[in-house]
């Protein structure tokens, strides 16, 4: 997992490939003014989905992990605590179907603040629980599938 502030965003570029190019993305479009919905930047091996949505108590959340993107998360309003937890032997909770490459887990997680202005990078080995409230406040963010 990578927690880091856009300003610093272009020391991660030399990661390379797909990642390189979901970083650009994000550094140069101002997703204040898109609209909520699904972008294609490369078909199913690059593009974004713009979220708004009000954040939710931690037990109503979900660990989660993929198989096949890396989840880029960058806060564009508001802020959310993202529960975070490296993938080991936690059971699953629930088993997705391959094509929507979302597997939900139990188990533990440390809570960190996602603040406007900042990005998460979520590779398959780490489990992430997005949409935890830090106070009550709509957010809106923009989510980057990177497929491996």
Same mark, same amino acid.
């Given at each position: 997992?990578?927690?880091?502030?856009?300003?610093?965003?272009?020391?991660?570029?030399?990661? +390379?490939? &797909?990642?390189?190019?979901?970083?650009?993305?994000?550094? $140069?479009? !101002?997703?204040?003014? $898109? %609209?909520?919905? &699904?972008?294609?930047? !490369? +078909?199913?091996?690059?593009?974004? @989905?713009?979220?708004?949505?009000? $954040?939710?108590?931690?037990?109503?959340?979900?660990?989660?992990?993929? =198989?096949?993107?890396?989840? #880029?998360?960058? @806060?564009? %309003?508001?802020?959310? #605590?993202? +529960?975070?937890?490296?993938?080991?032997?936690?059971?699953?909770?629930?088993?997705?179907?391959?094509?929507?490459?979302? /597997?939900?887990?139990? +188990?533990?997680?440390?809570?960190?603040?996602?603040?406007?202005? @900042?990005? %998460?990078?979520?590779?398959?080995?780490?489990?992430? @629980?997005?949409?935890? =409230?830090? &106070?009550?406040? /709509?957010?809106?963010?923009?989510?980057?599938?990177?497929?491996?």
């Amino acid at each position: 997992m990578i927690l880091d502030h856009i300003d610093h965003a272009h020391f991660y570029s030399a990661l +390379g490939g &797909r990642l390189a190019e979901a970083i650009h993305c994000v550094r $140069t479009t !101002d997703f204040s003014r $898109t %609209a909520p919905g &699904r972008y294609e930047v !490369d +078909g199913e091996n690059l593009f974004f @989905m713009v979220n708004e949505y009000a $954040t939710k108590n931690q037990q109503d959340c979900e660990l989660e992990g993929h =198989r096949q993107y890396i989840d #880029l998360q960058f @806060m564009i %309003a508001g802020s959310e #605590l993202i +529960g975070y937890a490296a993938l080991r032997n936690q059971p699953a909770s629930v088993i997705s179907e391959p094509e929507e490459d979302c /597997w939900f887990y139990q +188990g533990e997680s440390s809570l960190f603040l996602l603040e406007e202005g @900042m990005f %998460a990078i979520f590779f398959p080995a780490d489990l992430h @629980m997005p949409c935890v =409230r830090a &106070r009550y406040e /709509w957010v809106k963010k923009v989510v980057v599938k990177i497929r491996v």
